[in-house]
């Protein structure tokens, strides 16, 4: 079983529209976790740290599970400026990326 | 303040030719990642520093990577030889401190072709 497991996508909304996906991790000891934004044929960036208790910056929406051991990214209101692929990160010192999830938007 | 720098940002390179790649982090920086990302995959960590230690290097292929950290500050990472199934991009990251909420901050990359 990979450390960090994404569907993939692509997801393809229109603007406005929400859309959600999630990822999975192996370590039930992991403590720390991001979600990264990569654009085409540039860097990973940071989107933003995941949180016990869920966090939210703006139109995006970040939860984690323990129980299940998975997180979630959620957007509202999308953009076009939204399509990009999300990497989905476990800390564990090293971290481990899954494969990303392709967000389209279209007018 | 400058971020974490790479060079060069793209190399084409024969099979079986060496090729390296450089890379300085933003200052201060104890942690320094170097990863490997193929097409449609995410950055898989080849080896991580701890200042000029590097803790974690068991995905890298030693029999033809190698790296170095010479006084905890720049790195660079070479293949010799270079195969086919090298060609991707090789990037950078620093952080302050490894397995705390802190953030890693990626450089533009090395986009490397073997052929």
């Known amino acids: 079983r990979k450390e960090v497991e994404q569907d993939p996508g692509p997801f393809n909304v229109p603007e406005g529209a929400t859309v959600a996906f999630n990822c999975t991790y192996s370590?039930?000891?992991?403590?720390?976790f991001f979600w990264y934004r990569q654009d085409c044929r540039k860097e990973p960036k940071l989107l933003m740290s995941?949180?016990?208790s869920g966090n939210e910056d703006g139109r995006f929406t970040a939860q984690l599970n323990r129980a299940s051991q998975y997180i979630s990214l959620l957007i509202r209101d999308s953009k076009l400026s939204d399509s990009a692929t999300y990497l989905c990160?476990?800390?564990?010192?090293?971290?481990?990326f899954g494969a990303g999830t392709t967000v389209t938007v279209r007018a | 303040e400058a971020g974490v720098v790479q060079s060069p940002r793209y190399k084409i390179i024969e099979k079986k030719q060496p090729v390296a790649f450089w890379c300085n982090p933003i200052?201060?920086?104890?942690?320094l990642y170097w990863y490997r990302q193929n097409l449609g995959q995410g950055p898989e960590l080849l080896i991580r520093?701890?200042?000029?230690?590097?803790?974690?290097d068991s995905q890298l292929p030693k029999d033809r990577f190698s790296a170095e950290r010479l006084k905890g500050v720049d790195s660079t990472l070479k293949i010799q030889p270079a195969e086919l199934g090298d060609s991707a991009v090789y990037l950078c990251?620093?952080?302050?401190?490894?397995?705390?909420?802190?953030?890693?901050?990626f450089g533009q990359g090395t986009r490397l072709t073997v052929v």
């Open positions: 995941v949180y016990s």
């Open positions: 990251a620093s952080s302050f401190l490894a397995g705390t909420n802190t953030e890693a901050f």
């Open positions: 990160v476990v800390n564990d010192y090293k971290l481990s």
């Open positions: 370590n039930s000891a992991s403590q720390s």
């Open positions: 200052s201060g920086h104890n942690t």
């Open positions: 520093y701890e200042n000029e230690e590097a803790v974690d």
